[in-house]
């Protein structure tokens, strides 16, 4: 039953993305970070202090709203608290949505519309598009899918899958601990995103919330590209160099977690990702990962969406088996 229900919320993102009809769960501990900061930021001078609180409250928050929730729901029917939980996790996750965004791109590309091809690419990352070449272009898609594998697709299930292992020591119903795991680790990551900017507003602020994040990502970063490198060989790409890429470039990206999808990918598309980039303003020297064995091209962007929905049912399978091991035990 279980193995069913984190299933059921893989494919429903996979086929059908964010429901639209319902308020993100991610949008309200967005709203909820704001608050939060206001708060801390008005009655203490430490920021470093003032963001610590911050994330715990979010966090505590965060799980005592949805701990609620799901015994209101219970309370009512226990088949309601399920349906509830698996909707829960399903919003966790964002392969569709990342795809969907990255082959809005690709649509601008194949007209050659490279106009609206900066435009489509600008919702999707932080850098300055509006001087991007082609291949600028199809690389900005490609990196954001690659590290967005991780935060946006198997550490939200890695988390929520490793906190159903509590339900037999604790009694409680393991989706509702997968969707409470999955959900405070898009917590986290939301805090990351809204405060973890290296500028004096948040240098010393989003410390906490961003070590947070670093440490939550750790294992799945390091985990998913052994699963994209087996997309890659069942896909006939080049399997042997995203895992020699992985092996040789991981560490040469200024995030300690992103690089390791991201080079796994240019290995096996055989392209080079990373470089200079523009920030508000300001040239950024990002080490290049990968070789150029070729120009990157359009076709790319929908190679990348296709590894990384392979390499994330992958890691799921690979979860599930070790979970049902564990709790065989």
Known sequence: MYTLQVLTAIAADF?????????????????????????????????????????????????????????????????????????????????????????????RLIVDDLDGARQAVAMIVGRDTTRLDRQGICRAAIETVAENTVDGVTAPLFWG?????????????????????????????????????????YLEFGRTAARLDDLANFLPARLTPVFLIFAAAIQR?????????????????????????EATVAGALGVRLGGPSVYFGTIIDKPWLGDERRAIDAEDILRTNRLMYLGALLFVIFLLGCRAVVMEG
């Open 237 to 261: 790409l080049d399997w042997r160099a995203a895992a020699r890429i992985c092996r040789r470039d991981r560490l040469r990206h200024a995030s300690p977690n992103s690089g390791h999808p």
């Open 15 to 107: 086929l059908f993305g964010d429901p639209r009809f319902l308020p993100h769960p991610v949008r309200l501990i967005g709203r909820l970070c704001t608050f939060s900061e206001k708060q801390t930021r008005s009655s203490i001078t430490s920021p470093a202090t003032a963001g610590t609180l911050t994330t715990a409250a979010v966090l505590l928050a965060t799980g005592l709203t949805l701990m609620l929730a799901l015994w209101a729901c219970a309370a009512v029917s226990p088949l309601l608290a399920d349906i509830v939980a698996v909707i829960l996790l399903y919003t966790t996750v964002a392969a569709h949505d990342l795809a969907s965004h990255s082959r809005a791109v690709y649509r």
């Open 161 to 201: 899958i490793g906190f159903s292992l509590l339900a037999l020591p604790i009694g409680a119903d393991p989706i509702a601990l997968t969707a409470l795991g999955a959900m405070l680790y898009k917590a986290i990551n939301t805090m990351d995103s809204m405060f973890g900017y290296k500028n004096e507003r």
